[in-house]
């Protein structure tokens, strides 16, 4: 059989066997939730960025004294590590999601384990925010009024003690919304569909 028969016979196949398959369709089905997930990673870059910024000014906004400002500067120190490792794996995640294509699975698996993992560091990020700055408020208090602040609230009121454990348990409870409602609401209705996504390929 030569070259010219071959020819003809590929000619002569009906064109209605010929059509894309479907995991394709559905591959391309992820790409509308990737990008808004997109969207708001690089909103959420730059209000964060400009939070530190805010908090690094502090001092000056509630006038704090030469004893607080020398406090909160280590605090302050230990913070901005924390968050910059942070904002370094988040960044390295968004710039990495433009190189991937959306023709495989394998790619779109890495996106959906690779956003899960930014939400749980979001979380342990938003904990650690909390003990860094309840621990500060703790000991400003007790440098501030010739170290007797606390004692001196606790003593003058009654109900003091049980005021203290009610802004704590406000504190935690906010500090639980911030780090688990805050990622749901953001990132979670299209985690989940990238996640059907995937569950459907698995499935064809």
């Given at each position: 059989?030569?070259?010219?028969?071959?020819?003809?016979?590929?000619?002569?196949?009906?064109?209605?066997?010929?059509?894309?398959?479907?995991?394709?369709?559905?591959?391309?089905?992820?790409?509308?939730?990737?990008?808004?997930?997109?969207?708001?990673?690089?909103?959420?870059?730059?209000?964060?960025?400009?939070?530190?910024?805010f908090?690094?000014?502090?001092?000056?906004?509630?006038?704090?004294?030469?004893?607080?400002?020398?406090?909160?500067?280590?605090?302050?120190?230990?913070?901005?590590?924390?968050?910059?490792?942070?904002?370094?794996?988040?960044?390295?995640?968004?710039?990495?999601?433009y190189?991937?294509?959306?023709?495989?699975?394998?790619?779109?698996?890495?996106?959906?384990?690779?956003?899960?993992?930014?939400?749980?560091?979001?979380?342990?990020?938003?904990?650690?925010?909390?003990?860094?700055?309840?621990?500060?408020?703790?000991?400003?208090?007790?440098?501030?009024?010739?170290?007797?602040?606390?004692?001196?609230?606790?003593?003058?009121n009654?109900?003091?003690?049980?005021?203290?454990?009610?802004?704590?348990?406000?504190?935690?409870i906010?500090?639980?919304?911030?780090?688990?409602?805050?990622?749901?609401?953001?990132?979670?209705?299209?985690?989940?569909?990238?996640?059907?996504?995937?569950?459907?390929?698995?499935?064809?």
């Amino acid at each position: 059989m030569n070259f010219n028969e071959l020819q003809n016979q590929w000619n002569n196949e009906p064109t209605d066997k010929i059509r894309i398959p479907d995991n394709i369709d559905t591959l391309r089905e992820a790409q509308t939730p990737i990008d808004k997930v997109r969207k708001k990673m690089k909103n959420e870059f730059f209000i964060q960025v400009l939070m530190m910024i805010f908090i690094a000014f502090t001092p000056m906004l509630l006038n704090f004294t030469d004893k607080l400002t020398a406090l909160f500067i280590p605090f302050y120190g230990i913070m901005l590590s924390f968050t910059s490792y942070y904002y370094y794996k988040f960044y390295v995640f968004y710039k990495k999601s433009y190189d991937m294509t959306f023709d495989s699975r394998k790619n779109l698996l890495w996106f959906f384990y690779e956003l899960k993992l930014s939400i749980e560091l979001y979380k342990a990020l938003t904990y650690i925010m909390f003990f860094l700055g309840f621990s500060f408020g703790v000991l400003a208090g007790s440098v501030t009024d010739n170290n007797n602040t606390i004692t001196n609230f606790l003593d003058k009121n009654e109900s003091g003690l049980a005021i203290a454990i009610a802004i704590i348990i406000g504190l935690i409870i906010f500090s639980f919304a911030v780090a688990e409602i805050i990622p749901r609401l953001f990132y979670g209705k299209h985690l989940n569909q990238v996640k059907a996504v995937l569950d459907q390929l698995d499935e064809e």
